[in-house]
């Protein structure tokens, strides 16, 4: 990114605060959270760059070393911030509307009791729970029979793992690109308020994504490896299995992805990288059949494939009742198709129903913005080099997919298992084309901010807000 670009993006967040401030000034979000947020954009454009350019002639180790020292440092600095924060918002150590980390927190406890005491029956504590939701409840269970069922013992894992998390995302992104990109990738991921909005809360994005890393690197790595290391191999299908135990469609989503992968670098010219590519795609197809031969994990798997081509329609059903507009307005939703890489928008409105939107508006203003680099490294990545960057890609596009199937493109908690691919392809789109046109970047910024303004006023109008 060059500083003229960081200038007007950041002077296009001022302008998107500023004409929401003057045209919803009767339902804007409150005064102290529009501040936050803004500051947090800010913050969050410049310090990407700032470091990015202080550690441009820094060996490779050393700037693994310094981005894994910074997040620690953030990421404890954030989860400390947050449970004190929670607290004088909500009289509890959980966010607003806690209702998953209240549920997530008191299993944990119980099976923190179980662990304890050598005992390992945990069905009646996780009785109602799909075999895709248990993975969460036994792994914090855990940490609290270590380190005692207070939060944050929960929040400072979240730290430890997406310390982890950024450098396999690193470590991928320098075996896929070069340091620069890698280098990119990581600030984008480490220094995003959504990466630290979840290390600061009771849920299992955190842990998701660390899993997620931990297969694409080994999985890429087993590939690209000079010789087939099993350890390799290994790591990469426990990992693999595991988000399993966490969302079933992420798992198969990763499976399919690297199935892909496989096929479309089936007829390189390398024999031996030929007879790789068929024994790691054996492995992998043996290891999603022993999956999916488990009768709960089939069933579980055949209930979500039923109840998807419905999830849209009841969900809008559900906005109808409380936001109270018609089924047939919600016509927006098919848009999500289009905008799967740009959208969710992000709200500097306050509603009732919504309060939680407050929390994320930085983030989400922040994606908007940056997508452009987003679909411009998506681009490139396909046009020019689909061979190399296909298991990145399909990873992020078949699980997004599956969202936008089962209308959750505009949940950023939903988004987020795959924001590493996000920020990697984000960050191959800064380096690839930093020298895009003033111009360019300038009409798509006035584009986003339009945009933005009219999902404001949209969420006002359907509730006869304006």
């Not at 795609?281 to 089939?298: N, T």
């Not at 988004?415 to 895009?436: C, D, N, S």
């Amino acid at each position: 990114m060059t500083s003229l670009n960081i200038r007007l993006m950041i002077m296009t967040v001022l302008t998107v605060v500023l004409l929401s401030a003057l045209a919803f000034s009767e339902n804007l979000m409150p005064f102290t959270w529009l501040i936050t947020g803004t500051v947090l954009a800010i913050a969050y454009i410049s310090g990407t760059y700032v470091l990015g350019s202080r550690w441009t002639h820094s060996d490779t180790g050393v700037v693994l070393q310094n981005l894994t020292v910074y997040s620690i440092l953030i990421n404890s600095i954030t989860a400390i911030g947050l449970y004190w924060l929670f607290h004088s918002f909500t009289g509890t150590f959980h966010e607003p509307r806690a209702a998953d980390s209240f549920q997530y927190h008191d299993n944990a406890v119980q099976i923190a009791a179980q662990f304890r005491n050598l005992s390992f029956n945990f069905d009646d504590i996780l009785r109602g729970y799909g075999i895709d939701d248990s993975g969460y409840n036994l792994f914090l269970g855990f940490v609290y029979s270590i380190f005692g069922t207070d939060p944050i013992a929960g929040r400072i894992a979240n730290v430890v793992l997406a310390t982890l998390s950024m450098r396999l995302l690193f470590k991928s992104a320098l075996l896929l690109y070069n340091r620069q990109v890698a280098q990119t990738a990581a600030l984008l991921f480490m220094l995003s308020p959504l990466t630290l909005y979840f290390v600061g809360v009771t849920l299992k994005e955190i842990t998701m994504v660390y899993l997620v890393m931990l297969s694409f690197y080994h999985l890429y790595s087993a590939y690209v490896q000079p010789k087939l290391q099993m350890k390799t191999l290994v790591v990469a299908m426990l990992a693999v299995l595991g988000l399993f135990f966490f969302r079933v469609v992420l798992g198969v989503s990763m499976v399919i992805s690297f199935g892909l992968f496989l096929s479309v670098n089936f007829f390189n010219r390398s024999t031996v990288r030929k007879r790789r590519v068929l024994i790691v795609a054996f492995i992998s197809l043996l290891i999603l059949i022993i999956v999916l031969a488990s009768s709960e994990l089939g069933t579980r798997l055949q209930e979500l494939y039923a109840i998807s081509g419905e999830q849209m329609t009841r969900e809008l059903k559900d906005k109808s009742i409380k936001g109270g507009f018609s089924l047939q307005r919600g016509i927006i939703a098919p848009l999500l198709f289009i905008g799967i890489l740009i959208a969710p928008f992000a709200s500097l409105v306050y509603t009732d129903s919504q309060v939680t939107q407050a929390w994320l508006m930085s983030p989400l203003l922040i994606k908007n913005i940056l997508a452009i680099f987003t679909l411009l490294g998506l681009y490139y990545s396909i046009k020019k080099r689909w061979k190399q960057d296909s298991f990145a890609a399909l990873a992020l596009i078949v699980y997004l997919l599956v969202l936008a199937y089962s209308a959750q493109t505009t949940s950023p908690r939903y988004q987020f298992a795959v924001y590493p691919f996000l920020m990697l392809f984000t960050a191959h789109g800064l380096v690839r084309y930093r020298g895009i046109r003033i111009f360019h970047l300038g009409l798509y910024c006035l584009i986003i901010v339009g945009v933005i303004m009219a999902w404001n006023y949209f969420k006002l109008s359907i509730r006869g807000l304006v």
